[in-house]
């Protein structure tokens, strides 16, 4: 027989892991592939175009070079785009924040905070606005969001700060719905 005031524990359960927050950060990258294609081709045409003017000239080792440079470039980008795969995943439940960040080459490392417990940090510039932002907890001092610029730190930390303190408040029941 039940009252209907108790609280199941599979729907506390449910509860306590909703997501009050949940970002993923990774690198700006205002090039994307077809981007890339249409660099790479003008370049090697404007490259190739003006070393068949120095081969006809009689300067043949010039060619080459020409071929050498569209080679560094392609690589820089290929290492550029690389770098792109690292990312940053920061979630917020009621009972936990976790920090996951992948590495470029695929490395995983993951942090887990108490978010009863946790507070951030900002290093601020005056003239350039948040620098640096800071998970900290137990002695432990993580820097987050490294990928963002001033502005998006600054909402970003804004964002943070409230699911910190919906954690703080707890989960909430609403036996109506």
Request: net charge positive.
């Amino acid at each position: 027989m039940s009252t209907g005031n108790e609280i199941e524990g599979k729907d506390l359960k449910d509860q306590r892991e909703v997501e009050i927050f949940s970002a993923r950060l990774t690198p700006h990258r205002s090039l994307n592939r077809s981007g890339f294609l249409a660099v790479m081709l003008f370049l090697s045409a404007v490259s190739f175009v003006t070393g068949m003017v120095f081969l006809m000239m009689g300067a043949w080792p010039v060619f080459g070079f020409f071929g050498l440079d569209v080679l560094v470039v392609w690589w820089a980008f290929k290492a550029n785009f690389r770098a792109a795969r690292a990312c940053e995943e920061i979630v917020v439940t009621p009972s936990e924040l976790r920090v996951r960040r992948v590495s470029q080459r695929g490395h995983v490392v993951e942090w887990s905070f108490n978010p009863l417990w946790v507070r951030l940090d900002t290093e601020v510039d005056e003239d350039f606005g948040i620098e640096h932002l800071y998970l900290i907890s137990r002695g432990r001092r993580l820097r987050i969001a490294g990928f963002l610029g001033p502005q998006e730190k600054a909402s970003f930390y804004n964002g943070l700060v409230e699911a910190l303190n919906a954690a703080r408040r707890g989960p909430t029941y609403n036996p109506v719905s």
